[in-house]
């Protein structure tokens, strides 16, 4: 199995660099900045004969070497400059999500993709209406890293893994829905834990000043592709296709979903509170509001 990822930025790079080290797939690496692919490929292909790793890599500048993907995970994208507003933003990366979508459909006409560049919910709804591919298999990543931000906060002095009892549902931002179903948490730690994850991004770009995270979601990225490729049918938050569920339609969202080789098995409705119902309406609102804009 060929992964294809597509920008070599901060994520891509990471994403390619785990998958590579744990020998998961052969990837090839895409970057429209001259030389960044090759440069990060090689370099991480030299990082083999110490893991022992057997997977390879190539580094691109033409989307033509990811014919055949089996996967094709989308990073491209353009980070908020100072001035930039956010619907320059917005236009700007939907552009590079229209330019790719269409080449992912030439030449990957099969594959499962998955979309990490911001805004994500709308970008993913772009590539699946750009690619015309079936819902199912266009995922947008955003509710493994954002319910792992919400357990860190509240635990972080346990190992936990994404284990469906506290995570975030909604949109990849302000609006996200944070959901508790554990017993025995506190509520003030709750809350607090929420509101840290929810601003999770904005405190990391602080501290860095230049750039944005790319660590866990570079993590979250590769425990849906293991997910995926090893077919786990397992149950993980993401960005998906709703169809009725929710009882809304034609949107992009973050929900439960069973994750596994056909991509999206299926959505889990999961039985909110009135608050939570509020709370998830107000983010489908925002995501409509931004989809319109594309
Ligand atoms: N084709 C291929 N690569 C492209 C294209 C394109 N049309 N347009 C831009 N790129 C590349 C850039 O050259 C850059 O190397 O995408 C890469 C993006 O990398 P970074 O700027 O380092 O951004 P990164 O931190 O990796 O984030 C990527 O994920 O989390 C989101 O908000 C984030 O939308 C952003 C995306």
């Known amino acids: ?25 052969d990837v090839v690496l895409i ?26 890599i190539e580094g691109s500048e033409d989307l033509k070497a990811t014919q055949g993907a089996g996967i094709v995970v989308v990073t491209a994208g353009l980070a908020r400059k100072p001035g930039m507003s956010r619907d320059d933003l917005l236009r700007k990366n939907s552009e590079i999500i229209k ?17 990490v560049t911001n805004p994500l919910d709308a970008m993913t709804y772009l590539a699946m209406k750009t690619t015309g591919f079936e819902p199912a298999r266009v995922i947008g990543m955003a509710g493994v890293l954002d319910s792992a931000r919400f357990m860190n906060a509240v ?3 346990i190992a936990v893994t994404q284990d469906e009892k506290v995570f975030m549902m909604g949109s990849h931002g302000d609006t996200m829905v944070a959901i508790n179903r554990s017993d025995g948490l506190d509520d003030k730690i709750f809350k607090q834990g929420a509101e840290r994850a929810r601003n999770r991004g904005a405190e990391i770009v ?4 230049t750039g944005s995270a790319y660590f866990a979601p570079s993590a979250a990225v590769f425990y849906m592709l293991k997910a995926i490729l090893k077919n786990e049918n397992r149950t993980v938050c993401c960005s998906a296709y709703l169809q009725g ?32 119902k509020k709370a998830f309406k107000k983010s489908v609102s925002q995501i409509h509001e931004t989809i319109a804009k594309i």
């Not at 602080?206 to 000043?209: F, I, R, T």
């Not at 994750?259 to 999206?264: A, D, E, F, Q």
Request: without cysteine; glycine residues 14%; hydrophobic residues 40%.
């Open 31 to 56: 970057d429209i900045a001259p030389g960044l692919a090759k440069g990060k490929a090689l370099d991480i292909s030299d990082s083999r004969p110490i893991t022992g790793s057997l997977s390879k």
């Open 99 to 115: 330019d790719v979508s269409g080449k992912i459909k030439r030449y990957s006409p099969s594959a499962i993709v998955i979309v």
């Open 206 to 209: 602080g501290h860095l000043k």
């Open 245 to 276: 569920e929710y009882g809304e339609k034609d949107i992009y969202i973050g929900v439960p979903v069973v994750l596994g080789s056909s991509g999206v098995v299926r959505i889990i409705e999961i039985e909110f509170t009135e608050q939570e």
């Open 1 to 25: 199995m060929k992964i294809a990822v597509i920008g070599a930025g901060n994520v891509g790079a990471m994403v390619a660099g785990r998958v590579v080290d744990a020998g998961l797939a």
């Open 155 to 157: 635990s972080p002095d």
